[in-house]
């Protein structure tokens, strides 16, 4: 059983450019939370996502950043016009339910914005 | 294997006691951390503690980490109606600088009574 799995590991943009993060969760879960983690820093909760829908987006920035999480295919964290504060690492998690469920976290998405 | 397990997995306290919460974990780790997360909300990162470190405070919480017993405990002092939440420790492992993610335990269910 392949676990959650992010693409790809590193990704590096110049500034104004757009970032897209993939998130396959783990087969049978249906839910999926997106992390950043800045330097030196623990994890920051940005969105809580179900097939087709948002639920959660408290932690997400109010401009630039969106996710989506389609009926087919993977969670996408998309980032435009990366400024160099974006630079972080990105973690995705799910969970075969909600909240209450053990999350089960993928290798992250490094992201270095030159 | 599982990192990152909490015990008790719920506590039940009146308002104004002190909650202690322990976490165990198997794996060498670059670090501990502990998380919140609020009734059908996100998690919320709560504090950081490396593994060099043996005691850290921040407000009315107080962490400790014994890596030879592969352990780390959460105080909370003064209890509020306010904490009542789940409580997760998170483990970051060491693995050579790989980004291999964390894992998170089933959590404390915290309630405190008023």
């Known amino acids: 059983n392949a676990g959650v799995m992010q693409n790809p590991r590193h990704l590096v943009r110049r500034r104004g450019q757009e970032a897209r993060l993939r998130c396959s969760p783990m087969?049978?879960?249906?839910?999926v939370y997106w992390y950043r983690q800045l330097p030196e820093e623990g994890l920051k909760f940005m969105v809580y996502?179900?097939?087709?829908?948002?639920?959660?987006e408290s932690g997400m920035p109010k401009e630039r950043f969106s996710a989506e999480f389609p009926k087919e295919g993977p969670s996408i964290l998309r980032i435009q016009q990366v400024v160099r504060g974006d630079s972080a690492a990105y973690f995705c998690?799910?969970?075969?339910?909600?909240?209450?469920?053990?999350?089960?976290f993928g290798p992250g998405t490094r992201l270095t914005v030159l | 294997s599982q990192q990152g397990e909490e015990d008790p997995q719920a506590l039940s306290i009146q308002e104004g006691e002190n909650a202690t919460m322990n976490c165990s974990y198997k794996?060498?780790?670059?670090?501990l951390q502990w998380y919140r997360q609020n009734s059908g909300r996100g998690l919320v990162h709560l504090i950081l503690?490396?593994?060099?470190?043996r005691e850290k405070h921040s407000g009315r919480l107080r962490v400790t980490l014994d890596t030879s017993k592969k352990s780390s405990s959460l105080l909370i002092t003064a209890s509020r109606a306010a904490d009542t939440a789940s409580y997760f420790c998170?483990?970051?492992?060491?693995?050579?600088?790989?980004?291999?993610?964390?894992?998170f335990g089933k959590g404390t269910h915290l309630i405190i009574q008023p």
């Open positions: 998690a799910s969970s075969p339910a909600g909240y209450y469920n053990e999350q089960f």
């Open positions: 087969k049978g879960h249906s839910h």
């Open positions: 996502l179900q097939k087709e829908n948002i639920i959660d």
């Open positions: 794996t060498s780790i670059n670090n």
């Open positions: 503690i490396r593994s060099n470190e």
């Open positions: 998170a483990t970051d492992p060491d693995s050579g600088g790989g980004a291999d993610g964390l894992t």
